[in-house]
């Protein structure tokens, strides 16, 4: 158990509609990271945020967002989905000052399916 | 850029023989971090090992050893007396000073092992 937790293990809707996602990290940690885990893009860097604030950005659609709260947990908003949206999103969380010496410890992923 | 390659998609071995995961990595950084995770079957990401480009001693932690090389730009995992539970899905990832945010992954090893 790597102390990172995600809600919710699953979840299925449909087309179009808009979801979120939530991680809280593990104690301490001030620096979330997303990513997205499909079968054709495999393992994808969305966003990070580090103490609030957005800290970098990577291959995130428009569509999604996500923010990191004062109290530390972040959420994750998947609007608009489509059935390319299906896959399974992690949240990781660092402890450290974010940068890249971090080691990144991973929840256990939120299953998406968009039918 | 930065880029993993880990050429092999799956392998399959019975239990008790050594297995290498080889991962081979690019990027222009000359500090970077290089680390492994595991993805058993449950589905979550478990962290394994983290090395930086500066430390090329290689690393035992019971069963798994690590052999980084910098001139091959190789950073090669070995299961010794592989067992059931070993089985998993490896990834390799690479995180570099210009890449605050994002860990790299390789297209991940599927380890099956076979009683």
């Known amino acids: 158990d790597s102390g990172v937790t995600q809600t919710p293990k699953h979840l299925i809707t449909a087309t179009g509609q808009r979801v979120t996602l939530r991680c809280s990290p593990r104690?301490?940690?001030?620096?979330v990271y997303w990513y997205q885990q499909s079968l054709d893009q495999g393992l994808q860097f969305l966003i990070q945020?580090?103490?609030?604030?957005?800290?970098a950005k990577g291959n995130i659609l428009e569509r999604f967002s996500a923010q990191q709260f004062p109290d530390l947990h972040s959420e994750l908003n998947l609007s608009s989905l489509e059935l390319g949206d299906s896959a399974l999103y992690f949240c990781?969380?660092?402890?450290?000052?974010?940068?890249?010496?971090?080691?990144?410890?991973f929840g256990p992923g939120t299953r998406l399916t968009v039918l | 850029a930065q880029k993993v390659t880990q050429a092999q998609t799956e392998i399959s071995v019975v239990e008790k023989e050594d297995v290498t995961l080889d991962c081979v990595y690019e990027t222009r950084d000359t500090t970077y971090y290089l680390f492994w995770y595991k993805q058993p079957p449950s589905g979550e990401l478990v962290f394994l090992i983290r090395r930086n480009s500066f430390d090329e001693q290689n690393e035992i932690s019971g069963r798994y050893s690590w052999n980084f090389q910098k001139s091959t730009s190789s950073f090669n995992f070995t299961i010794t007396a592989s067992q059931v539970v070993d089985s998993a899905v490896y990834f390799c990832?690479?995180?570099?000073?210009?890449?605050?945010?994002?860990?790299?992954f390789g297209q991940g090893t599927t380890l099956q092992v076979k009683p």
């Open positions: 990781a969380s660092s402890s450290r000052d974010g940068s890249f010496t971090d080691t990144q410890y």
């Open positions: 945020y580090y103490n609030g604030e957005e800290r």
């Open positions: 104690s301490g940690d001030l620096s």
């Open positions: 990832a690479v995180r570099g000073s210009s890449n605050t945010g994002k860990l790299i």
